[in-house]
């Protein structure tokens, strides 16, 4: 094996075993910050030995031992004396003493490993961290992407991201946020606030908010790679299992949603020969999982299934509008939203004509949350522009094109105030 194909066969391993190695060494140095740093050591012997000894059978168990062994080391040189950490000493003596040597610990996987990554999941997505740095380290521990993808994938600067993982661990071990799931009502809280972050992250992917492209779709596989294990992790909680479902069906329109030059396609005119009906399948699976569960359905099975009402329908005209009408009034009755109400709202219109739609747009003018939103006039523009009001649709499309961050979104939306009426 080339030097090259070392350091790519490295890489690989390094984003699919960081996240298990980061989760087990917090359980035992309670420091996600030191449990990072000493992952990373890891990694450089890793990149020192490798080359020359060769990719060792087991990549994982070697660097968990390689990580082990430093915790020793950084336990004996620090002299760390209160009880806590001559406890974390204990226990990282009597695995050193039980596992002599790194190709002894080849075989010893974690029994725990499941629980490690959930903990560590649940840590990331702590409510005592901003939303920003809660998706910033979310992506960093689990999604093992660098600071500099991080920063890449939200535009922002890299140093911005810096300081916001640097301030997440300093929050994080200052406040003494313990290093165990949570349970009962705690669990889930805790847990919304995850489905939170991943939702976050796959819909910056899936539209992306500010920039020249139209989607990140490195940022959409990434949420949905962890919403799968958080599935794996959560097997009876049917939100998650729901999240999955609506993230799997909406990534199977990634190469349906732009055109050749990158520009947007919207949904109802996308070539749906090229949707991914594998995802679909996956995400009708997933859906079923979390039905079966017998609970409520909550905001998002709801969203995943208005979402498998689109993945069924093989053409925009088979698509059962009154169905997605009667969903998205039953997610606004259990979670309250203009921004729901506005979906709903283009539900309505295409299964009762645009009057029925406008009437609930119209509805939505003054509320504060939708001052900036450039999908409300974005919406009403549309629906203007279907009952022959061709001025103020023209007017609402490019009120929308003024308010968002998108230059593709922007293009379009002009586009389409300059072809109205015509």
């Given amino acids: 094996m080339t030097d090259s194909e070392t350091q790519r066969t490295i890489d690989a391993i390094w984003r ?36 020359v000894s060769g990719v060792p059978r087991n990549p994982g168990a070697w660097l968990m031992a390689t990580s082990k ?17 001559e406890a974390i000493g204990y226990e990282l003596q009597a695995e050193q003493q039980n596992v002599p040597d790194i190709e002894a610990a080849i075989d010893d996987r974690a029994d725990d490993l499941g629980d490690d990554l959930l903990r560590l999941i649940f840590i990331a997505c702590h409510p005592v961290l901003p939303t920003d740095a809660q998706v910033a380290l979310t992506l960093r521990l689990l999604g093992g992407l660098t600071t500099g993808e991080i920063a890449r994938a939200f535009l922002v600067p890299e140093a911005t991201v810096a300081q916001r993982i640097v301030r997440a661990k300093r929050t994080l071990a200052e406040k003494e946020v313990p290093y165990e799931i949570p349970r009962g009502e705690n669990r889930d809280a805790r847990l919304s606030s995850v489905l939170g972050v991943l939702y976050l992250i796959f819909n910056e992917g899936y539209t992306a908010t500010t920039g020249d492209d139209w989607m990140r779709p490195a940022l959409c596989e990434e949420a949905l790679r962890l919403g799968r294990i958080v599935a794996e992790l959560a097997p009876q909680e049917p939100e998650v299992h729901g999240l999955v479902a609506l993230m799997e069906i909406q990534a ?171």
């Fill in 16 to 51: 699919i075993e960081s996240p298990k190695l980061v989760a087990g060494l917090a359980r035992m140095v309670r420091d996600v910050g030191i449990a990072e740093d000493l992952a990373h050591d890891a990694l450089v012997a890793a990149l020192e030995q490798w080359p």
């Fill in 252 to 422: 199977s329109r990634q190469r349906a949603r732009v055109g050749p030059n990158g520009e947007p396609i919207v949904l109802l005119e996308q070539n749906r020969g090229l949707w991914d009906q594998l995802l679909i399948q996956r995400g009708l699976t997933a859906l079923a999982r979390a039905e079966s569960l017998g609970a409520e359905p909550g905001r998002y099975v709801l969203q995943a299934a208005i979402a498998a009402c689109h993945g069924r329908a093989r053409t925009a005209d088979a698509t059962d509008w009154r169905r997605i009408a009667e969903l998205y009034e039953q997610l606004a009755r259990m979670a309250p939203s203009p921004v729901i109400e506005l979906n709903r709202a283009v539900a309505v219109a295409m299964a009762f004509g645009p009057e029925a739609g406008l009437a609930i747009v119209d509805t939505l003018a003054d509320e504060p949350a939708l001052k900036d939103y450039h999908l409300l006039p974005s919406v009403r523009g549309d629906l203007l522009e279907k009952l022959g009001r061709h001025a103020e649709a023209r007017d609402e499309f490019t009120r929308a094109a003024g308010l968002t961050r998108n230059s593709r979104e922007r293009d379009l939306l002009l586009t389409r105030a300059n072809g109205t009426g015509r």
């Fill in 69 to 85: 062994r430093r915790a020793i080391d950084l336990w004996r040189r620090n002299k760390l004396l209160d009880r806590k950490h």
